[in-house]
C-alpha cells in the first residue's frame, strides 16, 4: 500500500504540474507586435491620437499620419483625450489648475475654481470630471464636473477618482465601513450604489458596465459591474481558478489587476506577478469571452498604466515601479497584428528587459561647480561585452561598472547606461538626474530640494528614514509611491514599504519663491526565508555629501523597520482598515512573537494600514540601555508608514502580550512584578499592566502605550534576603496565579533563624506571658 500511495503522489505531482505549464503555455502563445511610439508617461488615447507627457510636456501622435508632435505646455500630468480636445493638470503657473486644449485651433484655456494638486481629469464629450477639496471632517474629496459649451461648474458628491461616460460618472466614496463605487447621472440626478469593500479604486465607466481595482488582497483584483442586469462577475480573481487542486492556487491572480481601463467589449489591466493564469505583462479581456490575452510580458513587480479605443491599446510604465527598469517608454499595440511567441518567458519583442536588475545610482545627485560623481551600476555582468555612459553634457565614457565624472558647468544633466552582452541589452536612463548650480550658496531664498534616506534597497516589508536635507523649505510634501498624492509633510519621515517593486520616491519644498522638487528610487525585494532576518541595503539615497566613494550601510529590521536585521529574532505583519472615529485591532494571528495585538482608536481615515510586530534576539539598536529587572523579551512595534502612530492620528494605544510560564518558574519571577517597559524620549517609563488571561504555556496581559514603538517585558525574582531554603514551585495551573504563588511560599519556605518545631509557637507565647506576670507583680 505505501508504494501505490508514493506512485499515485508521484502521479499527482506530474498532473498538477502539467496542468500548470498547460495553462502557462497557453496563456502566452499569442500576442500583438509592440511598437514605440515616444518617451514619456501616463498615455491616453481616443479616435487616431494618442497623448502622454515627457517632463511635463504634452505629446500628441496621430495614429493616421504615424507623426507626434508637441503641445506647447509645461508643468503638466495626466493627460485625458476626447475627439480633438485634450485636458491635463497643469501647474506651470505654480497654482494647480485644469489645462483644455483645443487641437485644431491650438487654443488653451484653464479651469481655475476647485482645483488642487491631487485633481486628475477624465473627458467626454464636452464635460470634464475630476476631484478636489479634501475635507478633514469626511475624509473624503469632492466631485466636479465642468461643462465646456455652457463654462458652467457643477459639484457632484463627495468623493474622487470620477470617470465619466455620455451622462453617467462613476466615483469612489468612503463611508464607516470602508470604501464604496457609485455612478451618478447628471439628467436624472440619481445615484446607483454599485459595489462596497474596504478597499477599492480606480472605478472606470464605458456603457452599462463599471470596473475597478479591487485592493482587498495583495496587488488587487478587478471585477465589473452591469448596470442593467446589476450583476458583479470577475475579470481577475483573487481566491477561484483550479478547482481540481485548490490548495496549489491559494491567492490566485490577486497580485494581477491593477490600473484597469475600458471600451467597448475591452478591459486592459496590468498583471504584475506571475501565477497559473498567466505571466507579468499588459492583458487585454475580451468581455463577450471571459478570456484574457497577453500582449506584452515582462519581468514580476512591473507596473504599466494602459489605456483602450477599439483595437489599439497604449502602455507606459508606471515610474512608480519598474523592477530596476529605468526607463520611461510609450507603447502602442494594434490588436488585429497578432505573431506567436516561441517561449513563455520570451522577450522577443522588448530586447531591454532580458537584463531586468540592471540600475545604476550616483554617490551625489546635487551640489556646486565643478561637482565630483562617482556613477555605480549593479545588476549587471561585469564580463558584459560593452558599456557607454552618457553623461548629458556632449562628453561619454566606456569603461565599467564604476565611473567618476566631472560636471564643470551649472544645469540639470540626464544620464544614461548601456550595456550589450550574451544576456542581452539595456538602456537604463535617468532624466534630471544630476543637478549642478554655479555657487556652493544658492542665491537667498530660493528653494533647492534635497534628501537622503538610511537605506536604498532591501525586503519587504522595508521600512526607509528619510531626512530633508533641503536648502530654504518652508513646507514640504513627500510623495513615497508617485502616486501623486504627498504621504507626508514632516522633515525626517518614516516610510514602509510592505509590496515588492522599485518605487520613486518624490520631495517637493515650498516658499514664498517657488518650489523643488527633487526624485530617487527605492527598491523593495520580495521577502524569503531566508530574508526574514537578512537584508543588504544600501545608504544614502540621494546622497546629500560630496564623496569620491559609495556609502554603503546595512539596517532595515528584518526589511521592515529601522532595527538592524541581525538583531530581529523574528517578525509578523498584520493589516486592518483603518477609518476615522472606529476602534481598530491588529491581530497577529500566526503568535510568531511574544505580542498577541496591537489596538487603538482611529482620529483620522488611514485606509487598509500594516502594522509590524517584531520580536529581538537582544536589546533594540534604537535605546540607549535596557530597563531594570530580568528582561523576557524586547520588541518594537510598528504602525502604518511615515510617523502614522501619533496623537493626532489615533489615541488609546494598547498593546497585548504574553509571558511564558516556563520563564517565570525558571527564574522565579514573581507574576506581579511583569512590566512592559515603553522607551518615550529617550528613557524607559513603565507602562500600567492588567492580567488579561492564560493557557497552559503562556500569561498574558495588555498595556496602554501611547505613542510608543520600542518595547521590552520585565519581572523581578524574589529579593536576596528572603532566602528561599526549600525550592518552591509556581502552580501555573490554579486560578489565581498570585494568590497561589504567595499561598506556596508562605508553606514551603522557613524563615531564617526560627526553627520549625512543633509546639514552639505556642511555648513561646506562654513564657512571654509568664514573664510580663512576673513583671507586674514586681
Not at 12 to 41: D, H, P, R
Not at 303 to 331: E, K, Q, R
Not at 418 to 440: C, F, H, L, M, P
Not at 486 to 494: A, C
Request: with cysteine.
Amino acid at each position: 500500500m505505501k508504494g501505490k500511495g508514493k506512485l499515485y503522489s508521484v502521479a499527482l505531482a506530474l498532473t498538477i504540474f502539467f496542468f500548470l505549464c498547460s495553462i502557462l503555455s497557453s496563456t502566452v502563445a499569442l500576442a500583438a507586435q509592440a511598437t514605440k511610439i515616444g518617451n514619456g508617461t501616463d498615455p491616453a488615447v481616443h479616435g487616431n491620437k494618442v497623448v502622454w507627457t515627457d517632463n511635463g510636456v504634452i505629446h500628441v501622435y496621430d495614429l493616421t499620419a504615424r507623426k507626434g508632435t508637441a503641445v506647447n505646455s509645461s508643468a503638466a500630468s495626466h493627460p485625458a483625450i476626447y475627439g480633438n480636445k485634450i485636458v491635463w493638470h497643469d501647474k506651470s503657473s505654480g497654482t494647480p489648475r485644469l489645462a483644455v486644449y483645443d487641437i485644431p485651433t491650438a487654443t488653451k484655456t484653464y479651469i481655475t475654481q476647485n482645483v488642487d494638486q491631487y485633481s486628475k481629469p477624465a473627458i467626454y464629450g464636452d464635460r470634464i470630471v475630476w476631484s478636489a477639496d479634501y475635507n478633514e471632517t469626511s475624509y473624503n474629496y469632492n466631485v466636479y464636473m465642468w461643462d465646456i459649451s455652457t463654462s458652467t461648474l457643477t459639484k457632484i458628491a463627495e468623493g474622487n477618482d470620477p470617470d465619466i461616460y455620455e451622462t453617467k460618472i462613476a466615483y469612489g466614496y468612503d463611508d464607516d465601513y470602508g470604501r464604496n463605487i457609485v455612478v451618478y447621472d447628471v439628467n436624472t440626478k440619481e445615484t446607483i450604489n454599485v459595489h462596497h469593500s474596504s478597499q477599492v479604486s480606480n472605478p472606470h465607466i464605458y456603457g452599462n458596465k463599471v470596473i475597478w481595482s479591487d485592493f482587498h488582497s495583495r496587488d488587487g483584483y478587478i471585477q465589473m459591474y452591469d448596470l442593467d442586469t446589476k450583476k458583479i462577475i470577475d475579470v481577475t480573481s483573487d481566491t477561484t481558478g483550479n478547482t481540481l487542486y485548490p490548495d496549489i492556487i491559494t491567492d490566485a491572480g490577486a497580485d494581477t489587476g491593477t490600473h484597469p481601463n475600458i471600451h467597448g467589449d475591452k478591459i486592459v489591466y496590468s498583471k504584475s506577478g506571475n501565477d497559473q493564469f498567466g505571466y507579468a505583462g499588459v492583458y487585454v479581456y475580451d468581455i463577450p469571452s471571459a478570456k484574457s490575452t497577453p500582449i506584452d510580458i515582462y519581468p514580476e513587480g512591473t507596473h504599466t498604466t494602459p489605456d483602450v479605443y477599439g483595437n489599439i491599446v497604449v502602455w507606459g510604465f508606471d515610474s512608480a515601479f519598474g523592477s530596476g527598469i529605468s526607463i520611461t517608454d510609450i507603447y502602442l499595440c494594434d490588436l488585429t497584428t497578432e505573431f506567436e511567441i516561441p517561449e513563455a518567458t520570451s522577450t522577443a519583442n522588448v530586447t531591454f528587459f532580458e537584463i531586468p536588475e540592471a540600475t545604476f545610482t550616483a554617490n551625489v545627485t546635487f551640489g556646486a561647480a565643478p561637482l565630483d560623481v562617482l556613477f555605480t551600476a549593479t545588476g549587471i555582468d561585469i564580463e558584459s561585452a560593452s558599456w557607454l555612459w552618457d553623461f548629458g553634457d556632449g562628453t561619454n565614457s566606456e569603461r565599467a561598472m564604476d565611473v567618476t565624472h566631472t560636471f564643470t558647468n551649472p544645469g540639470t544633466y540626464d544620464i544614461t547606461l548601456k550595456v550589450a552582452g550574451e544576456a542581452g541589452n539595456v538602456s537604463i536612463e535617468k532624466r534630471g538626474y544630476i543637478r549642478v548650480t554655479d555657487s556652493v550658496i544658492p542665491d537667498s531664498g530660493i528653494p533647492i530640494a534635497n534628501f537622503s534616506s538610511n537605506v536604498t534597497k532591501g525586503y519587504a516589508p522595508l521600512a526607509v528614514q528619510f531626512s530633508d536635507t533641503s536648502q530654504n523649505a518652508v513646507s514640504r510634501a513627500w510623495d513615497f509611491n508617485n502616486d501623486g498624492i504627498p504621504d507626508s509633510s514632516d522633515p525626517n519621515p518614516v516610510y514602509v514599504y510592505t509590496s515588492p517593486g522599485t518605487y520613486l520616491v518624490n520631495l517637493t519644498i515650498y516658499n514664498a519663491n517657488g518650489l523643488s522638487s527633487m526624485g530617487t528610487t527605492i527598491t523593495v525585494l520580495e521577502s524569503s526565508s531566508s530574508s526574514d532576518s537578512n537584508s543588504n541595503s544600501d545608504g544614502n539615497s540621494g546622497g546629500s555629501k560630496k564623496s569620491g566613494g559609495s556609502n554603503r550601510g546595512g539596517g532595515g529590521g528584518g526589511g521592515g523597520s529601522p532595527e538592524p536585521a541581525k538583531n530581529v529574532e523574528v517578525k509578523e505583519l498584520s493589516q486592518a482598515y483603518v477609518k476615522s472615529g472606529k476602534p481598530v485591532k491588529f491581530e497577529f494571528a500566526k503568535n510568531a512573537t511574544c505580542v498577541m495585538y496591537v489596538s487603538f482608536d482611529a482620529k483620522k481615515t488611514l485606509g487598509k494600514t500594516t502594522t509590524i510586530a517584531e520580536q529581538l534576539k537582544g536589546k533594540s539598536a534604537l535605546v540607549s540601555e535596557l530597563p531594570s529587572g530580568e528582561v523576557y523579551k524586547s520588541f518594537n512595534t510598528w504602525i502604518g508608514s511615515g510617523g502614522v502612530a501619533t496623537s493626532k492620528n489615533i489615541e488609546n494605544q494598547t498593546v497585548c502580550f504574553k509571558v511564558e510560564k516556563a520563564w517565570i518558574q525558571d527564574k522565579k519571577i514573581y507574576p506581579d512584578s511583569i512590566t512592559l517597559n515603553g522607551y518615550v524620549e529617550k528613557e524607559w517609563k513603565q507602562l500600567p499592566v492588567e492580567p488579561s488571561g492564560k493557557d497552559d504555556k503562556f500569561l498574558y496581559f495588555t498595556a496602554k502605550a501611547p505613542g510608543v514603538s520600542s518595547f521590552a517585558i520585565t519581572g523581578n525574582a524574589e529579593r536576596a534576603s528572603e532566602e528561599v531554603v526549600t525550592e518552591t514551585q509556581l502552580d501555573m495551573d490554579d486560578e489565581n496565579v498570585n494568590k497561589n504563588y504567595t499561598l506556596n511560599n508562605e508553606s514551603k519556605t522557613e524563615q531564617k533563624g526560627i526553627p520549625s518545631i512543633p509546639g514552639f509557637a505556642v511555648s513561646l507565647g506562654i513564657f512571654c506571658i509568664l514573664g510580663l506576670f512576673l513583671y507586674i507583680r514586681k
